[in-house]
């Protein structure tokens, strides 16, 4: 079973995928929203509430990828501030999967110690496009120096997002 599973997974998401298509051409750039559960996944004290402010384009290169900044805050005041690319799928129509990943630079505050200034976000997230473009998303996403401290004890995010297009906020 131990040898099977792996390829039972690799085939569904070899499926899902083949049905899956890139981020719609007319998909436009959004202000994100978003918050969390800092650390949601271990008992050591620095869990906190995460709050996040990111500006996502709709410019691509590669024809795929599309270029994120934002920065996250918790309860605590730990800060986040980063930049990287990220790839939406939609599956039909209204189900979008976007998988990001960047750079930054943490500051603990009186939070969680990640061990360097340099940490890197990896992000998965799936949801729901409505007719105005506008996306409700839950997300998963992990911080790690990636072992350029000393320390990498990492951190996971639990969260939701909502994406409302730029053009709603400040009009054409």
Not at 59 to 80: C, E, I, Q, R
Not at 81 to 96: H, P, Q, S, W
Request: proline content about 4%; charged content about 20%.
């Amino acid at each position: 079973m131990r040898r099977t599973l792996p390829l039972i997974v690799t085939a569904c998401l070899a499926l899902a995928l083949g049905t899956a298509t890139p981020a719609a051409a007319d998909d436009p750039d959004f202000i994100s929203f978003g918050v969390g559960y800092f650390d949601f996944d271990k008992n050591d004290n620095y869990d906190a509430a995460d709050f996040r402010l990111e500006y996502r384009s709709d410019w691509k290169f590669l024809y795929v990828f599309k270029p994120w900044v934002g920065a996250h805050a918790t309860s605590d005041g730990a800060l986040f501030g980063g930049a990287g690319v990220l790839i939406d799928v939609f599956f039909g129509r209204r189900v979008v999967v976007t998988g990001s990943f960047g750079p930054g630079f943490y500051h603990d505050g009186d939070g969680k110690d990640l061990g360097h200034t340099i940490e890197f976000r990896s992000m998965i997230e799936a949801g729901y496009r409505f007719d105005d473009r506008s996306r409700l998303t839950a997300q998963l996403s992990h911080l790690s120096n990636a072992s350029l401290g000393n320390d990498n004890p990492g951190v996971n995010v639990l969260g939701l997002y909502y994406h409302v297009p730029v053009s709603k906020i400040f009009g054409d």
